[in-house]
């Protein structure tokens, strides 16, 4: 009982925890620091603009989500049953809520983000990193209360039943999880990039406008699709990681500690101690220059892990009997306490690699940035091997973890692994959030105007969240390899298989069908991608040759005028400027050229004078962001429907056609193929990104260069495989086995067509 | 005895045929139908420029082989035996043979299909046709042969030893053929491509002048790829296969056959029996018109794999017993015959298949090709899906063949349908080789000016070529995997596995690093690619700068002029024509825009005289072809180094470190990921070459528009794929797998530290 009272005190710390850093944030003004009454206005104007399209996007999300779990929850209903059923969909409620969460958290953070960045950089950075800390202790919190709230209504549903039956039931809170990953990852990935691509190829190459611009209409959807890619889908994806792997290892292990509550409730432990490490490490997130943002990000993750690891050896022997068995294989209490462990430092192995391959600090991207200057096919190819390359010590960093997880503890140790690798997920979900609220900061500062100032402090904390982003990218991938691997083996559990001979025909034939399947997936995301694109960009050229006053917008207005000569502008300068009065300029940088050549040396206005007030003068026509959000909405779920009707149908039918061996094979095909080219399609993505980012920092030729348009076709190439496609990949491992688990009664029917 | 026979005798008729269609491409001129001495003279000069680059090439590498052999032989002989050696030695040497026979037919072929298609397409049609031939039946006359002469050799060095310690032995000659794929499939296909794009990048887009330029100093290293690369490569590869799978059917079926030779031999009469029905189907190829072409290429192929299905039937009942047992399951005649229909019919569907996804007659590369009208990135990202996309039903196929081996006739089975799906390759190879030998023509023509009307013969020659080459590849990819299957099942066989059991730690661990090894490989050969194109890029610049008179270099002569006097032009023209004396032009068809200018409408005189006539006058300054022929040589074999080893040295590795059931693993990863990457790179390819022709067909836009642009950008990104890579990673598995199964008995010392 102590475990189970430990378990659900730490589960309530993290929402306390959760619900503190909300106050935390929300007791920032979103318009601190803005004395103009103008800018306070469009500053909240852009961040309702933003949170309205989430919203919009969620909920129309939740039609087809609630029609989906009405559906498959009945499926499972009829051929598994109610309690699996049940938890099904409290599961899946949950992860939704754990998301409705994130991003009430993430467009409420984003705003003050942007707003504080006008006055201090350590407090722009605090409150990034305390919207994160919403979403990072809120969905840790949710999922172990989550679990052990429907391990305990079982328990009392099915009193009497063996604690074994209940918890092949609770794999069905995984199977919840996992379903709203589907929808939060693949529908997600298509929403962001549809939206990033389509504001992209039109706004910036055809329009010639910045990027974030107010007046490129697809601008709101992109800032919502940050929202609803990288914080409610890479939430989702760990919430899904964890529940699985949770319930892998409750499966496996229930019937060695079926008399053990304690021992049993081990590998929810293993999350919940993670809870108050994690709220120690926050504490050291402080920075006070930019060059020092990455680096307290780290820190804590690095802390956390080391702190993580010391406490669970002493936790593990005081929870796991010293030696017990499984399948009548004996293991000991240390044995697991290794598996934990190698899980752990994967993960920071599997981080710190992943960086290497993705951040132009080293070789391998600015290989790519040096092939951009003999074209963009070059760029292409070493971006191509560049993934290739990268995927190699990843895979053998979890194939190491895979063989220690067996030989410590069999198939339970390969789960605990995997519970280890996601020990640190509230500190990765912070620091993972953090990027994208960022980001959007930065998108809203300069839509408001805030002058240039405020854009570089948000562009360096952006930059800082890419790189714990690329990071925590390879996390989600590695652990989604050992949870899948964890719930293959469950599945074996439940299905009685003990072992899967690769020479009978049907493994052998099922694992190159296996094998192929990702391809294929990854195949229909970059398609999927590329037409929700397009009608993008159909909608927003529309409404640029429509909507009047769209096009040629910045000018000088009587106000703007006013405003700086308060601000002490010479009296005759100021009669000098009002020559530009009425002149249109399509950028803002356009008008303040104007502006000191009217000037000319005398005065010497600052940057700052004419960069601030000259923005007062903005006038556009108002693009309706509404309808670029709508279609990037509706574009998104209907793409998402091929590919998530593969990986739900995909083992029903094979395991009803040919058996739970067959469907095995098929789950270890897909596993090992999908995770390299999973590993692959994010690092090219992420090493064409930052190859394009160095040539803009000015090397090689710099911003403009034939290099420049080179690396740019590679950077857009990349985005659909490394926020789409690559994301999706670990959906499809894990659903494709959670699903084998929790339907696996319903195989024993199989057809066995293969024999 | 007679089958014994029987295979001697067809293995003699195939190479009486080789020396047959050798005479018929040798008794017609090199320089037929050309009437004027300069033209014929500079024919004769491009062909010895591109024979001599072969041999260049051929020496170089030989060398390398020699060392290979020498180091790699002494290997075999320390840790397995000295008759594995030996057979490792032949086997090497006739691949060797075989591919010197292949160049030397294709660089004797090529010149006088240029000079053929002056006069007649047919006429063309039929030497180019015939000169694959020369290949086709030489290497499968050398195979049949090579394997049944070292077969009697080692019986009777042997003598005393059981029949199925002579198959091991024999393995080596597969080993052997394998062990020159390597060299000639990956250092052949880094020339190749190196050559292409060093020409491309700086001839077509840097100096302006059109393919096949002689004034390009790559470009006689681009045509000496085609030989290297596709000529010489896909032989190997393919002989590498039939030896391969012959060697891995014979060791599973020495216990069971034993005692009856005839029996035993059967895998050789497999290929041996297609050997005469390919002799029939080559006199139903023959055209008259350019778009009959292709279906005359596909109609002997077919004709080839209907007969053979016949055929084997009746072989297969007469040679093997009713009944037979392989390790203690039972077996029928009629059930292995089922296995190699599955093989033959698999082939065939696969080249289907991959033409639906490589041809622009279908909708798949269209979609690419509208792509590339948002540019190169879209173009990218829709040509790659197209490659994952592609592999679904390959892969099915090869699956369903798996099975269907597996479940007729064991291990045994999988071996037998590897050799059905080759049983074409007499006639397979012939089309295969006819694509290049059509492209070299090509090239000559325009090289040697032979006027539009030639190139457009060859142009038609060479479409249809690449249509059947996208099909051999798919060919050559379906028996790779299924070599390499067959060559496991025989690995197993003389490890004493019975079981491989993917729930054994060490099988899992080492199935995941199976999987990334292709990923790995291909990054490294696109690289390799990148790096050797770059030195080619370097000395192509140099000569355009240093060599007088190699840029400007079309002009009117004093010669052309007389020239076209005696054609009928008017003595008026001629004078008006004198003006252009001395002026340089870029190209011959800006000449005559100029010519044609001068002229006005007077006279009207025809394209064909201008045309002809004008490249009398063409003057160039002379590249130093053979240096660049050098550098690609050189630069591919430095760059095959690191992958090479790669393929090499992990099966010995993994094989010492963590024995023979973790080799198995790693093997199967291997294969199940490289199949389906394979695939995905060379249709990705194809569809993107295919997506750039349909544009350059006055589609979308035409030749010049964005779209092309954006087209050839993906084209060249696909060229490593393609030819490169994708190819490469049949090595890679069938290597990897006949590696192990010589060094098998090596592994029972294995040090097994994965328990």
Request: hydrophobic residues 50%; negative net charge; proline residues 3%.
């Amino acid at each position: 009982m102590a475990v189970m009272w430990t378990i659900i005190l730490f589960g309530a710390l993290s929402l306390l925890a959760a619900v503190f850093f909300a106050w935390v944030v929300h007791r920032n003004s979103p318009t601190q620091g803005t004395a103009d009454e103008d800018q306070a206005e469009r500053l909240l104007e852009i961040a309702a603009a933003i949170s309205e399209g989430a919203m919009a996007f969620l909920t129309r999300e939740y039609v087809y989500m609630a029609a989906f779990m009405a559906l498959f929850g009945g499926l499972v209903w009829a051929v598994v049953d109610w309690q699996s059923m049940l938890s099904f969909l409290v599961g899946a409620s949950i992860s939704i809520l754990a998301g409705f969460i994130g991003m009430q958290a993430a467009t409420m953070g984003n705003v003050r983000t942007a707003a504080a960045a006008q006055s201090s950089l350590g407090r722009a950075f605090r409150i990034a990193f305390n919207t994160g800390a919403v979403m990072g202790f809120g969905l840790v919190g949710l999922a172990v209360l989550g679990l052990m709230g429907t391990y305990l209504l079982l328990d009392q549903l099915m009193a009497g039943d063996s604690r074994w039956h209940v918890m092949e039931a609770l794999a069905g809170f995984g199977l919840g999880g996992s379903s709203i990953a589907l929808f939060a990852r693949v529908g997600g990935g298509i929403f962001t990039k549809a939206a990033d691509v389509g504001a992209d190829l039109v706004g910036k190459l055809e329009e010639n406008i910045p990027e974030d611009d107010p007046r490129n209409p697809a601008v709101i959807a992109d800032n919502v699709g940050d929202n609803v890619g990288d914080i409610a889908g890479m939430g989702a994806d760990l919430f899904g990681s964890v529940a699985e792997s949770t319930c892998a290892a409750l499966v496996i292990g229930a019937v060695a500690f079926a008399a053990d509550l304690g021992a049993l409730l081990y590998p929810v432990l293993i999350t919940a101690v993670g809870i108050p490490i994690a709220l120690v490490s926050t504490v050291f997130a402080r920075t006070r220059n930019e060059q020092m943002i990455e680096s307290a990000l780290k820190r804590t993750l690095v802390l956390s892990t080391v702190i993580m690891a010391a406490v669970l050896f002493f936790v593990t022997r005081e929870v796991l009997p010293g030696e017990f068995e499984i399948g009548g294989v004996q293991y000991t209490s240390m044995g697991v306490y290794y598996c934990v462990l190698a899980g752990l430092v994967a993960g920071m192995l599997i981080g710190i690699i992943t960086e290497v391959y993705t951040s132009h600090r080293y070789l391998p991207v600015r290989e790519v940035a040096r092939a951009s200057q003999t074209g963009a096919a070059t760029n292409v190819i070493y971006g191509l091997s560049l993934g290739y390359q990268s995927s190699m010590f990843p895979v053998l960093f979890i194939a190491a973890t895979v063989f220690v997880g067996y030989h410590f503890a069999g198939m339970y140790g390969i789960a605990v692994a995997s519970l280890g690798m996601l020990g640190t997920i509230a500190i990765g979900l912070t620091i993972d959030a953090f990027g994208p609220v960022a980001d959007n900061a930065g998108g809203i500062a300069q839509m408001s105007g805030l002058g240039s100032h405020v854009r570089v402090r948000t562009d360096a904390l952006d930059s800082a969240g890419n790189t714990t982003a690329a990071i925590g990218k390879g996390f989600a991938i590695g652990s989604a390899a050992l949870t899948s691997l964890a719930l293959f083996s469950a599945f074996l559990v439940r299905s009685d298989v003990t072992s899967l001979d690769m020479l009978k025909p049907a493994v052998i034939t099922l694992l190159m069908v296996g094998a192929m399947l990702p391809f294929i997936f990854t195949a229909m995301t970059m398609k999927s991608v590329g037409k929700a694109a397009m009608d993008m960009i159909r909608e927003v050229r529309h409404q640029f040759a429509t909507i009047p006053g769209l096009r040629p917008s910045f000018e000088l207005t009587e106000r703007s005028l006013q405003a700086m000569e308060t601000d002490g502008l010479a009296r005759d300068l100021i009669s000098r400027l009002r020559r530009l009065l009425g002149r249109k300029f399509a950028t803002d940088a356009e008008l303040v050229e104007a502006m000191r050549k009217e000037i000319g040396g005398a005065g010497n206005p600052s940057d700052e004078t004419l960069l601030r007030r000259v923005n007062l003068g903005v006038k556009f026509g108002r693009p309706d962001y509404r309808r670029c959000v709508d279609i990037s909405t509706r574009a998104s779920l209907r793409e998402m429907l091929l590919p998530g009707a593969q990986v739900i149908l995909t083992p029903i039918v094979v395991g009803y056609l040919f058996g739970a061996e067959a469907l095995a094979a098929l789950l270890i095909g897909s596993l090992v193929a999908g995770v390299v080219l999973a590993i692959s399609c994010a690092n090219s993505g992420g090493g064409w990104d930052n190859a394009k980012k160095y040539i803009e920092a000015g090397n090689l030729g710099g911003k403009g260069s034939a290099a420049h348009t080179a690396a740019v076709v590679g950077d857009t190439v990349g985005d659909p495989m490394k926020d789409t496609s690559g994301p999706s990949l670990n959906i499809l491992i894990k659903l494709q086995a959670i699903i084998s688990l929790v339907f696996a009664p319903f195989f024993s029917h199989s057809l066995n067509l293969l024999g």
